[in-house]
Every structure is written in C-alpha cells, then in structure tokens.
C-alpha cells in the first residue's frame, strides 16, 4: 500500500464501498432498508465515476501531463494553453515553470542564481540542492560548470528529464539533502540551496548545522547560495531575520 499511488487507494475504497451496499441491497427485505441501500450504492458509484473522470488529462485550457504521489507530495506537470506556461507543481505549490516550446524559465530570480559565477570567475562545480525543473543546473552548465544535484523526491526527478529537457551533467543523487552534505566529501565552487516552494518549507535544511556542512564542502574561495522568499519588514520578516542570523554565524560575509 505504501507504494501505491493516492487516488488508486481512493478508487479501491470506493469500489468496495460499492459492493458492500450491492450486497447490503440484496440481502434488505425491508423497502425502507433497500431505499437506503439504493442510495448508498448509487452515492458509491457516482464517486467511483467522479473519480475516474478527475482523472483525466484535460480541463480546458489546462492540461496535465504528469501526476505521481510520493510520501513527499503529489508531483505533477501541467500545461496552461491560455498563458503558454509549463508548470511543476508538489502538492498546491509551484515547484518551477517554463514558458511552452521554449527553455526559457518564467522565474528571472534564477538569472540572478546564475550570477553566483561572477563571484568566482574560475569555479568549475557546483551543487545543487534541490532539482525543481532543473533551471539551475542548465544554466550553470551553459557557463561550462559542472553541477551535481541532490533531490529528494524522485518524481520531480522524472518530471524535470521527461518534461523540461534536464539532462544532468553532473551526480544525480536521489536522497535527502542534509543526509547527502553530513556524508559527501567532495569540493564545490558554487552550492546554491534551493527547496523553497511556498508551501511546505524544510526547516532543518535551514539549520546551522546544514549550513556548516555546506560550507566544509565549499572551496578556499567558494560561494553558497540560499534561496528563501519572505518579508523584509514587519512581524512576517522574522523567518527572514532569523535565517539572516544563522547564515552569519556560519559565513563571514552574508
């Protein structure tokens, strides 16, 4: 069961719902008994079939391409006719995007990513926590920098190779990302940390921990880069600070 995907479980639920009241419906004598039976059967099967029709790959404008359920979240890839936008999605938030028929990413925020390379003219490699459609990666591997990549979730993997053209040119690793820092002994010039989606934050890759393990993997003249969206000012800016206060414990110049 682990290992099934959400919506077959729900269907399975629903048929044998279904063919408990077909046999409930049998064996009522009653006619009050096999009225409510009726609509218990007809109730099961209206679902079985709703269920099956949400299915389905097409909702006007909107297309899905791809849908898979891992105990990580719900992954899929979505086409949106009407704004020509290809989306990445983990549940109910927005993991990546592109533009359809084109490699152009609709974030320019990555652009800014990709500068991480002029603080260090001379890298060669970097790491890549977290995948998304693997925009990162591309881009930095369009500038001649080898990239290896840490993501946890192996359907965002599939997602970003069949969906957004990401070929890696470095080590995929499939696994958690702090368990991959606590354990790889390699060098980087560049480690952007990038598992910010909106919804679900992973605080203890936000740790200081992580952050020291990070930069034990960076080189004399490496650079770490952490991606996180939140407020500057006010009672919401208090993530922000609080990350601002751990990465300066950590780095000397942040």
Known sequence: IPSMRIYWILYLVSICLAVAAGLYLLIARVLRETVVAGVVLAIGLTRLLTGLQSATDEYGDIRVLFRANSVYGKVQVVDDALHKVRWLMSDCSVVGAEYLNSTVTLYPFLRMIEAVRYLDPSGKRALAIGLGTGAVPKLLGAAGIQTDVVEIDPNVVRAAEDFF???????????????????????????????????????????????????????????????????????????????FRTLSNVYPYV
């Open 165 to 243: 053209r990401f070929e890696p040119d470095g080590k995929l690793s499939i696994e958690d990302g702090r368990r991959f820092l606590n354990r790889a002994d390699r060098k980087y010039d560049f480690i952007v940390h990038d598992t910010f989606t909106g919804g679900t934050v992973p605080f203890y890759l936000l740790s200081r921990q992580v952050f020291e393990s990070a930069r034990r993997m960076l080189t004399e003249d490496g650079v770490f880069c952490l991606v996180f969206v939140g407020y500057f000012n006010g009672a919401k800016a208090l993530p922000v600070r609080s990350i």
